[in-house]
């Protein structure tokens, strides 16, 4: 069984770093073709691809973001983190981490995680 | 200008049908791309429908109706999708996705209100 949980502060100050957590289960990051993106999504707005990671390491950044983002992973704890830095109230969304196997579709998502940026 | 274009939302009533567009920038050729969708219910991660390239390459999501489907119209540059037998279920955002220039990209969404 799949699972995917995404974990991290629920509040943070503007310009501050924000480091969230997916720890996964039923799957491997280490078996070829697995990788792990993240999504967030603001209040009532729609969904935007933030940053992937692939099970040979190679990663992948939204173009306007990317100078923000660090995504790693922790294949022995079955974690994929994502740090993104300088932190602003737009960034104010839920934080979704996705499977996705062979480039075929995100087939499980956590269930989300609301990071409200604010002093 | 936006890589995707949907609409912001789409009114149906019961057992008609909708057809959900997804219009790719100028410049940027439908054909080449598999277009995904997904369905997304307040306060739920998104959910896999399917993913359309050409009718020699698709992927109906596990547990997906076939009242779903996808297609392409190559005149408008979009991607569709098409839900037929429209049901109270159905009302969601949906979002389309492609894979472009080494980043998924999503749609601004659409919300079908079936009523």
């Known amino acids: 069984q799949v699972t995917l949980r995404e974990s991290g502060p629920a509040l943070v100050k503007p310009t501050q770093t924000l480091t969230l957590t997916c720890t996964f289960s039923g799957f491997s990051l280490s078996t070829s073709g697995m990788c792990v993106s993240w999504i967030r999504q603001p209040p009532g707005k729609a969904l935007e691809w933030l940053a992937r990671?692939?099970?040979?390491?190679?990663?992948y950044y939204s173009t306007s973001l990317k100078t923000r983002l660090t995504i790693s992973k922790d294949t022995s704890k079955n974690q994929v983190v994502l740090t993104m830095t300088n932190m602003d109230p737009v960034d104010t969304a839920t934080y979704y981490c996705?499977?996705?196997?062979?480039?075929?579709?995100?087939?499980?998502w956590g269930q989300g995680t609301l990071v409200t940026v604010s002093s | 200008q936006a890589v995707l274009t949907q609409p912001s939302s789409l009114s149906a009533s019961p057992g008609a049908s909708a057809s959900l567009t997804c219009t790719l920038r100028s410049g940027i050729n439908v054909g080449t791309y598999r277009i995904y969708w997904y369905q997304q219910k307040p306060g739920s991660p998104p959910q896999y429908l399917l993913r359309y390239k050409s009718d020699s390459d698709k992927q109906q999501g596990s547990g997906v109706p076939r009242r779903f489907s996808g297609s392409k119209d190559a005149s408008a540059n979009a991607g569709i999708l098409l839900i037929s037998g429209l049901q109270s279920e159905d009302e969601a955002d949906y979002y389309c996705m492609i894979w472009h220039s080494s980043a998924w990209v999503f749609g601004g969404g659409t919300k079908l209100t079936v009523l």
């Open positions: 996705a499977r996705m196997v062979e480039m075929a579709q995100f087939d499980y």
């Open positions: 990671i692939d099970w040979d390491d190679d990663k």
